[in-house]
């Protein structure tokens, strides 16, 4: 798999270039996003079209443009592939027509997630008793209006 991510045009892998990895790989898509404007968060957008998980990294980013495939045992080789073909798929279209994959997903319910909830402490709620009472009756049955 390692092989195949890195033969991908627009991949790359920062750390001990040449060596072999044991486990872990923190791959980057730096030169794509350089060459396409294409970044890993709209990858990851555009692999919700094809109905496939697509990790990013832990923050803070230390790798630019970082995605790292995390494949346990439950995965068939059949279907490791099948996500190395999509992500084939993905960045041919971000050198062939970025625009699809930078306003990705497409078959969404919700095309685009509004992520300044996550920055603003003021909208925040811990737990399911806050949010309640942050959101106070937003989850209790309403009554209809005749």
């Known amino acids: 798999m390692f092989r195949k991510i890195l033969s991908i045009r627009g991949a790359s892998a920062p750390y001990a270039e040449g060596e072999h990895r044991i486990e872990q790989v923190r791959y980057s898509w ?52 099948e996500f190395i073909a999509i992500t084939e798929q993905i960045v041919k279209e971000a050198y062939e027509n970025p625009e699809l994959v930078k306003t990705a997903p497409h078959k969404s319910t919700i095309h685009h997630v509004d992520h300044a909830y996550l920055d603003d402490p003021e909208k925040w709620a811990i737990t399911w008793r806050s949010y309640k009472k942050k959101y106070n009756g937003y989850f209790e049955k309403k009554e209809l209006k005749e």
């Open 30 to 81: 730096q030169k794509l996003k350089e060459e396409t404007g294409v970044t890993t968060s709209d990858i990851q957008n555009r692999m919700f079209d094809f109905g496939v998980h697509y990790w990013t990294s832990h923050e803070p980013w230390l790798v630019p443009e970082p995605f790292t495939i995390e494949p346990t045992e439950s995965y068939s080789k059949q279907e490791l592939d």
